[in-house]
């Protein structure tokens, strides 16, 4: 039905630079909104930021100033541009997808299949 690819993940060092993308693929009638989770060892999954299909942006207070979320809708894919990061930054990131398939008539939550970054010098 509906897919999400991620790619971008990696290594880098404290104040780094990294950018991540996720593609939504397949049968997609409606994108409500994409987003970026992160889950650290022995942390639960947490909202990093969302984007809506009106534009309007969501953070948590922990990468405001820091992170960009941006979004190609011709494209379905959703970037996080992260900067000046943090060894408390390193987590598996997921992107998250509402989507409302076609025939479907609802939006549903699609996952990416996780991309590690590690911030450590």
């Known amino acids: 039905q509906v897919e999400l690819v991620e790619s971008g993940g990696g290594l880098v060092q404290p104040g780094g630079s990294l950018r991540l993308s996720c593609a939504a693929s397949?049968?997609?009638?409606?994108?409500?909104?994409m987003a970026w989770y992160r889950q650290a060892p022995g942390n639960e999954r947490e909202l990093v930021a969302r984007?809506?299909?009106?534009?309007?942006?969501d953070y948590v207070d922990s990468v405001k100033g820091r992170f960009t979320i941006s979004r190609d809708s011709a494209k379905n894919t959703v970037y996080l541009q992260m900067n000046s990061l943090k060894p408390e930054d390193t987590a598996v990131f997921y992107c998250?997808?509402?989507?409302?398939?076609?025939?479907?008539?609802?939006?549903?939550?699609?996952w990416g299949q996780g991309l590690q970054v590690t911030v450590s010098s």
């Open positions: 998250n997808a509402q989507i409302s398939p076609y025939g479907s008539g609802t939006y549903q939550n699609f």
């Open positions: 397949g049968s997609i009638f409606s994108t409500l909104n």
């Open positions: 984007i809506w299909n009106v534009g309007r942006t």
